[in-house]
């Protein structure tokens, strides 16, 4: 049977490509080890691969990327968020799945790879079709410690000071975070800083900032971790990197691109460049 299998390094991914004959089908799975939603589809694409045959030449393959430590394959497929599955064949993307929407990854691998021919491997199928595991959801925790302070840093951008010492209660941590997402009427809350991103989304993010000459604000979530959990429920948002504009939340990179799209003078308005 086969197996998903990971992908190491951005160098070895050439090297699997260059491996499958122009008529096998490649599922990608795109993860990042903070989304919850990725354990559950990690268990289905594991599940799916393992009802195709392990055959030479392959006719079906699965890998497995992790989105944030390979962003340069991420970028390829226009990864926006995870979980993200991707089946390719002769270097052409056949459809594109964002979210964790198990039934229809499911379909559409058995549509462009077939479903079995023999009643064996049609009884394992439809048996993995009742055996999906249920969705998973992350809850961020309640307790929080210290205030993070925002100061004014070089160019516009909101950095973060170091938390105190003294216990937040909840209350405190989300009045302290509606004046965050204020501090500047761009806000970007991040993994690391604008110079040195620390997940690919982030860095594309700012990409699209810097594209448009958008003064921002920014918060590096990384350095807070009451920031980090709390800003979760908070926005009722559960990943980073988070755009807020004048207070309101727009939503993570993917929100961002397809406003953009609908309205290219989205952030206009905020570029240093607009007019007077």
């Not at 390829?76 to 964790?100: K, M, N, W």
């Not at 204020?182 to 993010?205: D, I, N, Y």
Request: glycine share 6%.
């Amino acid at each position: 049977m086969s197996a998903l299998i990971e992908v190491a390094t951005e160098a070895e991914f050439p090297t699997y490509l260059s491996s499958l004959p122009p008529t096998c089908l490649l599922v990608l799975y795109f993860h990042a080890p903070w989304a919850a939603p990725c354990t559950q589809m990690r268990a289905v694409l594991s599940a799916l691969a393992s009802q195709y045959p392990a055959t030479n030449p392959p006719t079906t393959a699965f890998l497995s990327v992790n989105a944030e430590e390979l962003p340069d394959i991420s970028e390829d497929y226009d990864v926006t968020a995870v979980p993200f599955v991707v089946l390719v064949r002769d270097g052409q993307i056949l459809e594109s799945i964002s979210g964790s929407e198990a039934v229809r990854v499911r379909d559409a691998v058995e549509r462009y790879a077939g479903a079995g021919s023999n009643t064996t491997q049609q009884t394992q199928q439809q048996q993995q079709k009742t055996a999906i595991p249920p969705p998973l959801t992350a809850v961020p925790r309640e307790d929080a410690s210290a205030p993070t302070t925002a100061t004014q840093a070089p160019n516009g951008a909101i950095g973060g000071a170091a938390p105190a010492a003294t216990a937040e209660t909840k209350e405190a941590l989300f009045a302290r975070l509606a004046e965050l997402v204020k501090a500047a009427p761009v806000m970007l809350f991040m993994k690391g800083t604008p110079s040195a991103p620390q997940c690919g989304f982030s860095r594309q993010l700012v990409g699209i900032l810097r594209e448009r000459s958008v003064k921002y604000g920014f918060f590096n979530i990384l350095a807070d971790e009451d920031v980090r959990q709390g800003l979760k429920e908070f926005a009722d948002w559960p990943t980073f990197p988070q755009l807020w504009v004048d207070g309101e939340l727009v939503g993570g990179l993917d929100i961002v691109k397809e406003e953009l799209e609908n309205d290219p003078d989205f952030l206009a308005a905020y570029s240093v460049n607009k007019a007077a």
